[in-house]
């Protein structure tokens, strides 16, 4: 019975505080699911035409269900490294904010491109975010995992990761790029205004 007990207090943790991450999980699976790109993706024609949740939306509809699982793996993956940090409603909101930050980069710096969709631009942010969030993470392994971000950055521009074949589409390298500064500098500004608010509310 104890051992029981304990399994459903693990399962009940795991649920509870990162519910956030579920929910985004649920979200790709409704937008891929309930019309697919065709009605959510990064369209330049159609958020021109007026369809401006297409903005936000790009990055919370996959290409097709491997794109989708690929992604949701990624993201397990991602909040499993760096836990506390992006619990909560974290994955949410820094996934809106970053995704926002990625499409309003791709519309000023990519015009040519008239389509995106995926969550891999929005995961690179997170990664990012994650590195300056997790303060309870030995500062070395923050200081291993920035410089491997960085290496990937730079590689899959040289080399074929074999990512496009899996999602029958090229890879949207800036978005991934962007993504990773977008998720730098939001997690940065969080942490300043909330050392701020601290320090105000000590005094």
Sequence with gaps: MLAKSAQFNAITNLITH????????????????????SLWDYSRAAITDGQLWRVLSGHFVHLNTTHLLMN?????????VWGAALNGA????????????????????????????????????????????????????????????????????????????LIGAPVIHAAHQWGAVWGTLIASVYLAFNWAFNLARRR
């Design 90 to 165: 974290r994955p949410l909101w820094l996934s809106m904010s970053i995704g926002l930050g990625i499409s309003v980069s791709l519309w000023l710096g990519e015009p040519q491109l008239q389509h995106y969709a995926g969550a891999s631009g929005v995961l690179h942010g997170l990664f990012a975010a994650g590195i300056i969030l997790a303060r309870d993470v030995d500062l070395r392994f923050r200081f291993f995992a920035g410089a491997a971000l960085i290496t990937k950055l730079i590689a899959e521009t040289q080399f074929n990761t074999g990512s496009a074949e």
């Design 72 to 80: 949701s793996l990624g993201l397990l993956g991602i909040v499993g």
């Design 18 to 37: 990162y519910w956030g991450t579920w929910l985004l999980l649920v979200i790709w699976i409704s937008t891929q699911y309930g019309g697919g790109p």
